[in-house]
């Protein structure tokens, strides 16, 4: 498809959202159980939440990083479908909190149980469905020439979502972190 210079834009929408998928499983998942022998010497050193919001912030700035050069090699090998760029970087900023969110918090919880990885398949999925259907659908939309007012609702909807995975994240760490 990148050589012959022709892809929809559903398969490119598409591909591009399975790709930040991906990576945000592959990187951010990762980050509490690639750390286990530190995890002592944190509990002694810093707070849980002083060390759940570096997480957060390493792990959303990870994912943008990614997410950005994973747009800039979709727009040289498949075409550049975007015609709002704003719009479209607002949404992925927003899916990209959502998705590094969402595992971070999975991540800390999976890191105490003993099967971390079918943890991190039981509670990630359900948590990150409205994340990743709201960023597919709203980049969909913004693909076929929408405009702020019409996908509006569904952003503040992301933002929302992306809130409450954040609080529940700030609300359950302490938690995982002292037992």
């Known amino acids: 498809m990148a050589f012959e210079g022709f892809v929809s834009v559903q398969v490119w929408n598409a591909l591009f959202w ?18 286990e022998r530190r995890t002592h010497y944190y509990f002694f050193l810093s707070k849980p939440f ?9 792990s959303f700035l990870y994912l943008m990083s990614i997410g950005f050069i994973a747009l800039l090699v979709y727009v040289i090998l498949l075409g550049n479908p975007i015609i709002n760029y704003p719009l479209f970087i607002l949404n992925l900023l927003l899916g990209c909190l959502g998705l590094s969110s969402a595992f971070t918090m999975v991540s800390s919880i ?14 990630g999925f359900p948590v990150i ?3 990743l259907v709201l960023s597919i659908n709203n980049s969909f939309k913004i693909l076929d020439s929408y405009v702020f007012e019409q996908i509006q609702g569904n952003l503040i909807t ?13 609300v359950l760490f302490p938690f995982t972190w002292k037992s």
Request: charged content about 10%.
């Open 158 to 170: 992301l933002f929302s979502v992306d809130v409450i995975i954040i609080a529940l994240t700030f």
């Open 110 to 123: 999976a890191f105490r149980s003993s099967n971390r990885s079918i943890m991190m398949a039981v509670l």
């Open 18 to 35: 399975i790709i930040l998928l991906f990576t945000s499983i592959n990187g951010i998942s990762k980050s509490f159980i690639q750390e």
């Open 50 to 58: 002083e060390i759940i919001f570096a997480k957060l912030i390493y």
């Open 129 to 131: 469905i409205p994340v």
